[in-house]
């Protein structure tokens, strides 16, 4: 399937534990890696990831977004590329130190589920919330479970993108700078 990545919404991540502008760059460093590597990983091409800073009602908070060009992949490779942000970011809070429930329950991302719900629905393919597995389709859960193994397998290279983000001043990096830094291949850009 193809999605024009770029005309999906900027999500607003909830800081519901990290208390330090550094620990909420540093969780959202993390999530944007894990949708980053493992979409590459899956051949998807980046074109950029980001951790930025808004204005959510008047208030400052920290927002990432990683946007891909136009490309295809299989309907439930791109719900594992959604689910890859809240396995790294969950993955990587586990690391420093927090219970499996409680990172589970912080890292949540409801919009990147809701994203592969809607995205997934235009070319048929069903993502159910409910634990069933449909025909044409998978449960979130499975897709979940698949990016926890992806983002272990490739844990490596997430936190290697993850470093370098947080350490970039402007908080960016391009494809091909994440193609250099983990000797993943970004394909080009789909005709
Ligand atoms: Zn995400």
């Known amino acids: 399937m193809s999605i024009d990545f770029d005309a999906l919404p900027v999500r607003r991540v909830p800081h519901h534990v990290a208390e330090t502008a550094d620990q909420i760059i540093a969780n959202i460093a993390y999530h944007e890696a894990g949708h980053a590597i493992i979409g590459m990983t899956y051949g998807m091409s980046l074109a950029q990831l980001c951790v930025r800073t808004v204005d959510i009602d008047g208030y400052m908070g920290w927002t990432g977004t990683t946007r891909w060009n136009i490309c295809y992949v299989p309907h439930f490779q791109l719900a594992v590329e959604l689910a890859a942000g809240e396995a790294a970011s969950k993955r990587w809070m586990t690391s420093t130190g927090m219970s499996e429930h409680t990172a589970a ?40 479970d698949a990016a926890d193994q992806a ?32 000797g993943i291949t970004n394909p080009p850009p789909a005709a």
Do not use: C
């Not at 329950?105 to 159910?128: F, K, Q």
């Open 105 to 144: 329950r912080h890292a949540a991302s409801p919009h990147d589920r809701d994203m592969a719900i809607a995205a997934l629905a235009e070319s048929n393919y069903t993502v159910t919330t409910d634990g069933t597995e449909p025909a044409n389709g998978t449960s979130w859960a499975r897709a979940m």
């Open 151 to 182: 983002v272990a397998d490739a844990w490596q290279q997430i936190t290697a993108t993850a470093k370098a983000l947080i350490a970039t001043p402007r908080h960016v990096l391009t494809g091909a700078e994440v193609a250099a830094l983990t």
